[in-house]
């Protein structure tokens, strides 16, 4: 088969590799028909995720077709179309009895495309097939479901319930890429009274508007803070939803939100932020991180299902197996390309 494999940094390429094999009674193989760019794999491709070794097969996100099953595997058969979570989890551990699936002592967690070849490919090994895929109700197209491989259980998960949004919040986004986006189309499940979107890219606030944010600030030019406390009698947001990663949006974040407010940092930070306690320690602010767990997988599949959530509104670019590197230049370039989600389909 054929698949992106990762040769250090700055060096990928798609190339002839062997199929993968059954290797645990509860593995399956599936055969990848959608799958998509994450910016976690820029972050490889740079370099700051060292322990992803050299031929390393990328991707951790897929909606594909079962073609292979281990003696152990019950749930699963052959020939199902099954979500391949970006989180694997052994059903058995200390944490997964609590729904911690994300940190998984059982040789699950973020696995693929990260301790063990990934999704970016025309087949990949699912362990723990039974808890780690999710059928795809029929009638749904691909690209509906493959956000729900990881960036929507993450914005719901990270962002929107550990910030506790409820009905009539005043909820502030500061970036809106695919993860801040994905925040707003979750938060907009709990009827906030405002969503406030921050970025400086115009193209992404124009998709911010569409997601469902009623309220653009463009951070070049307007004033956050006297925005935010304008629409809140002069609090200050109920939530504050941090999806960049960088200091400056984490410590802006923390300044947005009202006495007994959350920050829900959901951004992958690659440096040391500076938690300004000297100014909020008599706040009662909350501050919550985390690592999605993908728990919340059944009810975002129940809401696509239902028609309340469409998550292919993200997708801007489309390519196929083949056209792979041109689908990393898209994603990898989004002030040039527009891109937001791209999806990468095996050829018809
Ligand atoms: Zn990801
Ligand atoms: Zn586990």
């Excluded at 099954?82 to 699950?108: D, F, K, P």
């Excluded at 509906?144 to 005043?170: F, W």
Aim: proline residues 5%; charged residues 20%; hydrophobic residues 40%.
């Amino acid at each position: 088969m054929h698949a992106i494999v990762y040769h250090g940094p700055g060096e990928k390429a798609w190339e002839e590799v062997t199929d993968p094999v059954i290797e645990q009674a509860t593995d399956a193989v599936v055969q990848v028909d959608a799958t998509t760019i994450c910016g976690t794999d820029l972050h490889i491709l740079k370099g700051d995720v060292p322990e992803v070794s050299e031929g390393r097969i990328l991707g951790h996100e897929a909606v594909g077709t079962v073609v292979r099953i281990g003696a152990g595997v019950r749930t699963v058969r052959v020939g199902d179309r099954v979500l391949v979570s970006c989180i694997t989890s052994c059903a058995t551990c200390r944490y997964c009895r609590e729904q911690r699936y994300g940190q998984c002592l059982g040789g699950g967690g973020w696995i693929l495309g990260h301790m063990i070849d990934g999704t970016q490919a025309e087949l990949v090994r699912v362990p723990y097939a039974d808890t780690s895929t999710y059928r795809v109700p029929d009638g749904i197209s691909d690209e509906k479901i493959l956000m729900l491989a990881d960036i929507m259980p993450t914005s719901y998960e990270v962002g929107v319930l550990n910030g506790h949004v409820r009905p009539g919040s005043t909820v502030v986004v500061v970036g809106v890429g695919p993860i801040g986006l994905a925040a707003i189309m979750t938060a907009r499940l709990y009827s906030p009274g405002h969503i406030i979107a921050v970025d400086r890219a115009e193209p992404r606030l124009r998709a911010a508007r569409a997601a469902g944010a009623d309220t653009l600030v463009d951070a070049d030019r307007d004033d956050v803070g006297k925005i935010v406390r304008g629409l809140t009698g002069g609090l200050g947001a109920d939530v504050a939803i941090e999806a960049v990663g960088l200091p400056e949006t984490f410590e802006e974040a923390v300044t947005l939100v009202r006495p007994g407010g959350v920050v829900a940092n959901i951004g992958v930070h690659g440096r040391p932020a500076t938690l300004h306690l000297e100014d909020i320690w008599t706040k009662d602010i909350t501050i919550t991180t985390g690592l999605v767990d993908a728990y919340s997988t059944p009810t975002l599949l129940a809401l696509v299902e239902g028609g309340r959530l469409d998550p292919s509104t993200l997708v801007t670019h489309r390519f196929t197996m083949d056209e792979f590197d041109l689908a990393y230049d898209a994603f990898a370039h989004p002030a040039a390309t527009g891109a937001i989600k791209v999806v990468v389909t095996r050829p018809r």
